[in-house]
């Protein structure tokens, strides 16, 4: 296949995926790895796709779109930093005994942890549509949903108004963030905030699922203060800094080995 023919099966392809991996692809053209990283490159240059780790996006078309949050959309963060939130998935489901009533927000690294859960009798309240697809399939776990407008591209359902979540309450309220910082657990977008606050009146503890990266990391909206915070799963790359951060503020901090 030449180069010209290779491109165009490329964006092909993602018209009709808004992201693959680099092995997908490599076998979807019966080509090796290094010739399509190669492709990829002119690609992205020319603006015509967005590079992520592992693999390749499709550009955003800003002209046809819904509502818009401004974080980015669930396939291409899911593909950021797996092998951590696959590790703190699996250790964050250590906090359960197997009946709890339970919320998980919407999110790349709570999907890891729902896919963790065992079918043992939780009942569960979230925004996520993957985890409802997750859920739904489980004969043992109840599966509620929060109303208001579904935002396909970040797979999320999120209320505009006050009262949309149901009579719920949880024994813990899981959740991941766009940061963490000694003001408090950060987000990006205000939607995601007004949500999110629902869910914290609604919990006895509140955990926060997020990888090492994140205490990097800043947003323009804080989520709720750090001493808000019950626990923080992250993975083993967290530094001494961020450790010190979260014990000063009385956060308990369980690590996940990679």
Same mark, same amino acid.
Not at 4 to 13: D, E, S, T, V
Not at 91 to 103: H, M, P
């Given at each position: 296949?030449?180069?010209?023919?290779?491109?165009?099966?490329?964006?092909?392809?993602?018209?009709?995926? @808004?992201?693959?991996?680099?092995?997908?692809?490599?076998?979807?053209?019966?080509?090796?790895? &290094?010739?399509? =990283?190669?492709?990829?490159?002119?690609? &992205?240059?020319?603006?015509?796709?967005?590079?992520?780790?592992?693999?390749?996006?499709?550009?955003? %078309?800003?002209? =046809?779109?819904?509502?818009?949050?401004?974080?980015?959309?669930?396939?291409?963060?899911?593909?950021?930093?797996?092998? #951590?939130?696959?590790?703190?998935?699996?250790?964050?489901?250590?906090?359960?005994?197997?009946? @709890?009533?339970?919320?998980?927000?919407?999110?790349?690294?709570?999907?890891?942890?729902?896919?963790?859960?065992?079918?043992?009798?939780?009942?569960?309240? +979230?925004?996520?549509?993957?985890?409802?697809?997750?859920?739904?399939?489980?004969?043992?776990?109840? #599966?509620?949903?929060?109303?208001?407008?579904?935002?396909?591209?970040?797979?999320?359902?999120?209320?505009?108004?006050?009262?949309?979540?149901?009579?719920?309450?949880?024994?813990?309220?899981?959740?991941?963030?766009?940061?963490?910082? !000694?003001?408090?657990?950060?987000?990006?977008?205000?939607?995601?905030?007004?949500? $999110? $606050?629902?869910?914290? $009146?609604? #919990?006895?503890?509140?955990?926060?699922?997020? %990888?090492?990266?994140?205490?990097? +990391?800043? =947003?323009?909206?804080?989520? #709720? !203060?750090?001493?808000?915070?019950?626990?923080?799963?992250?993975?083993?790359?967290?530094? @001494? $800094?961020?450790?010190?951060?979260?014990?000063?503020?009385?956060? @308990?901090?369980?690590?996940? %080995?990679?």
């Amino acid at each position: 296949m030449l180069r010209h023919q290779r491109h165009k099966a490329i964006l092909q392809y993602l018209e009709e995926n @808004e992201s693959l991996r680099l092995e997908q692809l490599s076998t979807m053209l019966d080509i090796s790895e &290094s010739t399509l =990283r190669r492709d990829i490159i002119m690609l &992205s240059d020319a603006k015509k796709v967005n590079k992520v780790r592992g693999g390749v996006a499709r550009v955003k %078309d800003l002209s =046809r779109t819904e509502s818009r949050l401004v974080t980015s959309p669930f396939s291409d963060e899911r593909m950021k930093n797996e092998d #951590c939130k696959a590790a703190i998935g699996k250790k964050a489901v250590e906090l359960l005994t197997g009946q @709890e009533s339970i919320i998980i927000n919407g999110g790349t690294t709570t999907y890891h942890f729902a896919q963790q859960l065992p079918d043992t009798g939780f009942t569960i309240l +979230t925004n996520s549509l993957p985890v409802v697809d997750i859920v739904s399939r489980q004969l043992g776990n109840r #599966c509620f949903v929060m109303g208001g407008e579904v935002f396909h591209h970040h797979m999320l359902i999120l209320g505009h108004l006050h009262g949309e979540t149901p009579n719920f309450y949880g024994d813990m309220f899981f959740t991941g963030c766009q940061g963490i910082s !000694p003001w408090g657990i950060m987000e990006g977008d205000p939607l995601l905030v007004h949500s $999110e $606050e629902q869910f914290i $009146e609604k #919990c006895d503890k509140l955990v926060v699922l997020a %990888d090492s990266s994140k205490f990097t +990391t800043r =947003r323009s909206m804080i989520m #709720c !203060p750090l001493g808000r915070v019950d626990i923080v799963v992250t993975d083993s790359k967290i530094t @001494e $800094e961020s450790k010190k951060m979260l014990k000063d503020a009385g956060v @308990e901090l369980i690590i996940a %080995d990679l």
